[in-house]
């Protein structure tokens, strides 16, 4: 029994995580100018905005992001040359870089949220606002479970 509705879960997650970048791809498409951002983009801007530092290191953002300090260079590189991310030297170690949000990085973070926003509000219109709460407290139980595993 148990099985059959967490793979139920695992679907639907799934699904609404393929419905979520449908529909923020739609919005980019609508969106003038469009934000051209992909999720795991999106995931370091918001890693390097919401550290508690000035900016991250590589190897910050990779175990963020449970990736590999090549992938999330990849991703840092694309990033800077398209001009959301910045790297500056740390102020205490000049041979150490932080990665950093430029101005034009700030407003596309302030973008997609902005998106993101939107259709979470499109997404979960009708829901009652317990349900909606639940349903957050569900997650931050999965997001603390998964920590306890670590």
Same mark, same amino acid.
């Given at each position: 029994?148990?099985?059959?509705?967490?793979?139920?879960?695992?679907?639907?997650?799934?699904?609404?995580?393929?419905?979520?970048?449908?529909?923020?791809?739609?919005?980019?498409?609508?969106?003038?100018?469009?934000?051209?951002?992909?999720?795991?983009?999106?995931?370091?801007?918001?890693?390097?905005?919401? /550290?508690?530092?000035?900016?991250? /290191?590589?190897?910050?953002?990779?175990?963020?992001?449970?990736?590999?300090?090549?992938?999330?260079?990849?991703?840092?590189?694309?990033?800077?040359?398209?001009?959301?991310?910045?790297?500056?030297?740390?102020?205490?170690?000049?041979?150490?870089?932080?990665?950093?949000?430029?101005?034009?990085?700030?407003?596309?973070?302030?973008?997609?949220?902005?998106?993101?926003?939107?259709? %979470?509000?499109?997404?979960?219109?009708?829901?009652? /606002?317990?349900?909606?709460?639940?349903?957050?407290?569900?997650?931050?139980?999965?997001?603390?479970?998964?920590?306890? %595993?670590?």
């Amino acid at each position: 029994r148990f099985s059959m509705e967490y793979h139920d879960i695992w679907v639907k997650l799934i699904n609404v995580m393929d419905i979520m970048r449908e529909l923020h791809h739609k919005e980019n498409l609508e969106e003038r100018p469009p934000l051209h951002t992909t999720i795991a983009e999106a995931k370091v801007m918001h890693c390097v905005l919401f /550290s508690k530092t000035n900016g991250c /290191s590589v190897k910050e953002i990779a175990e963020r992001l449970g990736v590999t300090q090549g992938a999330a260079s990849q991703i840092i590189d694309k990033l800077v040359r398209k001009g959301p991310l910045e790297r500056v030297p740390d102020e205490k170690d000049r041979r150490c870089v932080r990665i950093t949000l430029s101005k034009a990085g700030l407003e596309r973070h302030r973008r997609i949220s902005a998106s993101f926003e939107k259709l %979470m509000n499109q997404l979960l219109e009708g829901v009652p /606002s317990e349900n909606v709460r639940i349903f957050v407290d569900v997650l931050d139980h999965l997001i603390e479970a998964k920590k306890k %595993m670590s």
